[in-house]
């Protein structure tokens, strides 16, 4: 089974977004060390508290200092971009790392209400909801995929290249899961925001693949999961204090460091459940390499997940490297 990264950039306090640029790109190559499959970038438009608000030039950055690792958007945000645009960047950014890069595509906005009106062209009617066709129209770019009757059918986006950005589809739900089988690219499930209805979203997933020259002809199924590690149960469950400080706050903000986090979160916060129960998976999840391996495995075997992709807040560096390290031990055993 592989295994992956989702990075936000967090700005810590005191610090500023460029210290932020640099520790996500030292962050990137410790993956490729630890043997992370992917390292992609979230998408986050407007925030304070991430670096990661566009994830096409920090892609581009890493890409220059890593060497194996696949890179891409943890998700680009559809409803921001025209489907012609970020096909262009990515077929771009394939270019700069022939073979390394994924596009991953997500519906939801990914920011605050002012900041998803701030980024309309038009502002005075929704986007529509057209996921479906927006997809179609990727893969139309990417991969050379319109009707001849078509009008885009004269565009050539990958001239020039030898491969093309691998697609997947980021959701929450069955019915993006169901769009990504169907097309058959890549789906990544974000139990991270939704972790309910896993087993059900792969399953229609499966259920609903097709293979297609646009994928790899067979399911990848992603599960993405807040996890933190340490060297002990209590440091481990200590480091989902700034996410939980974070969202409780509900404010775009720097990361709270474990000493704000402390300081702010109350008692049935702090002791909120971060172990996985039978197949109950919580918000945030914690542990040794050991008992990590414990929880996770079986989430994989039920799910039939070919790969989990991990999303952490930690302010400190030096605790955030040394929790993906963990991690890395923890999932390095486990074979889909």
Known sequence: MHYSICELGTVTPGSDKA?????????????????????????????????????VPLIAAAAGRTSRIRLGSGAALTRHHSAFSLSERFAVLE?????RIDLGLGRSSGTFPIIDIAMRRHRNTEPPDDFSDYLREVVGHLHGAFPVQHPFASIRLTNGLDSTPSIWVLGSS????????????????????????????LQAYRENFAPTPFGTGRPQAMLALNIVAADDEQQAHRLTWPARAMRARGEDRPIPTLRQAESELGVAEKTAPSTVE?????????????????????????????????????????????SRELISQALAPIAA
């Open 19 to 55: 210290e932020a640029s640099r520790a996500a790109i030292i962050a990137a190559q410790d993956a490729e060390r630890f043997g992370y499959r992917r390292f992609w970038f979230a998408e986050h438009p407007g925030s304070r508290g991430y670096l990661s608000q566009e994830s």
């Open 95 to 99: 270019a700069l790392a022939p073979g």
């Open 174 to 201: 069955g019915y993006a899961a169901a769009l990504a089988g169907k097309l058959g690219v890549g789906y990544a499930f974000g139990a991270q925001i939704n972790p309910a209805p896993f087993i059900d979203a």
């Open 278 to 322: 039978g197949l109950t998976i919580p918000s945030h999840i914690s542990g040794t390499p050991e008992t990590l391996r414990q929880q996770l495995e079986p989430l994989v075997r039920a799910s039939g997940a070919t790969e989990i992709i991990v999303q952490d807040m930690i302010s400190d560096r030096d605790l955030q490297q040394r």
